[in-house]
């Protein structure tokens, strides 16, 4: 076998080494850039939820208050106490989300709970405490519809399609 035989074969074989090489680190990167784009997405979809289930004990708050007032319940003071504490952490919740802003969700979902603070702070100022609460609970209930649309939107969740009965 010649030297430019030799020279060709080592050529050949380094290429072929090299494009298995090329192969192997674009299917890896393929593969981490999923896995990052997953985990980015599990991260979106914990905060929508977290957002929700906040909002969710707000309104249950509500909810219970206003029973209480009308009287179908009757609260006991450590109840009145749970459910006190359950709003305030849920509202501690949504601020904290808030501030993150965008680095997690999207522009208009921060600009809708932006919107909710802005208007839970001015109902729960009003004189009157029921209607101050039938406020922000009404407030509440159109922030989570909104916020609902809005993560599935940025979440990408296309709606569902049930099967068609024949």
């Given at each position: 076998?010649?030297?430019?035989?030799?020279?060709?074969?080592?050529?050949?074989?380094?290429?072929?080494?090299?494009s298995i090489?090329?192969?192997?680190?674009?299917?890896?990167?393929?593969?981490?850039h999923r896995?990052?784009?997953?985990?980015?997405?599990?991260?979106?979809?914990e905060?929508?939820?977290?957002?929700?289930?906040?909002?969710?004990?707000?309104?249950?708050?509500?909810?219970?208050?206003?029973?209480?007032e009308?009287?179908?319940?009757?609260l006991?003071p450590?109840?009145?106490?749970?459910?006190?504490?359950?709003?305030?952490?849920?509202?501690?919740?949504?601020?904290k989300?808030?501030?993150?802003?965008?680095?997690?969700?999207s522009?208009?979902?921060?600009?809708?709970?932006?919107?909710?603070?802005?208007a839970?702070?001015k109902?729960?100022?009003?004189?009157?405490?029921?209607?101050?609460?039938?406020?922000?609970?009404?407030?509440?209930?159109?922030?989570i519809?909104?916020?609902?649309?809005?993560?599935?939107?940025?979440?990408?969740?296309?709606?569902?399609?049930?099967?068609?009965?024949t």
């Open positions: 076998m010649s030297t430019d035989n030799m020279i060709a074969l080592i050529v050949a074989g380094l290429a072929f080494v090299a090489a090329a192969s192997i680190i674009a299917w890896y990167n393929t593969r981490f896995f990052i784009s997953e985990k980015w997405w599990e991260r979106k979809a905060a929508y939820t977290r957002i929700i289930e906040a909002l969710t004990d707000i309104v249950d708050y509500y909810g219970q208050i206003e029973r209480q009308l009287g179908e319940t009757k006991t450590e109840k009145i106490q749970e459910i006190g504490d359950r709003w305030k952490q849920a509202h501690d919740e949504v601020t989300v808030t501030n993150m802003g965008t680095f997690i969700i522009v208009e979902a921060e600009r809708i709970l932006q919107d909710f603070r802005k839970s702070k109902n729960l100022n009003l004189e009157n405490f029921f209607e101050g609460t039938q406020r922000d609970y009404e407030n509440t209930k159109k922030c519809e909104q916020l609902i649309q809005c993560g599935k939107k940025d979440l990408e969740i296309k709606p569902r399609r049930w099967p068609r009965s």
